[in-house]
């Protein structure tokens, strides 16, 4: 499976971005897709996560109450939707798939075969 993230952008903090993760070649029924963000100097850190089976999703603390992520299947296609955003949220995102991480491994960039190239989101104070 392919993946192509997209939406990232310069915005002014307390503002709105959506990412999108588009994927082709496969369906994504069945893949836990991962969100995932890369500060400069920092280590690749979670950000969000839908489950294999597409029924729940799970989100940093750090994000939580901000940040929700939701799945069109019809497209093909997972978002991102970040709110309040702050200056500690500038990173490049990344989105991941795989078909069999194990739900205890959902937090672990490690452990996702598919990935995207990546989309930077600057947040200016």
């Known amino acids: 499976v392919q993946l192509q993230a997209s939406g990232g952008g310069l915005v002014q903090a307390g503002g709105s971005l959506r990412l999108s993760c588009e994927a082709s070649g496969r369906t994504l029924r069945g893949y836990a897709v991962g969100w995932f963000r890369q500060a400069p100097g920092k280590e690749r850190e979670f950000v969000a996560v839908?489950?294999?089976?597409?029924?729940?999703?799970n989100v940093a603390d750090s994000v939580k109450g901000r940040f929700t992520s939701s799945r069109d299947n019809a497209k093909n296609t997972v978002y991102l939707q970040m709110n309040s955003l702050k200056p500690e949220d500038t990173a490049v995102y990344y989105c991941?798939?795989?078909?069999?991480?194990?739900?205890?491994?959902?937090?672990?960039?490690?452990?996702?075969?598919?990935w995207g190239q990546g989309t930077l989101v600057t947040v200016s104070s």
């Open positions: 991941a798939a795989d078909n069999s991480i194990i739900t205890s491994q959902y937090r672990n960039y490690k452990q996702y075969d598919y």
């Open positions: 839908h489950s294999r089976t597409g029924t729940s999703t």
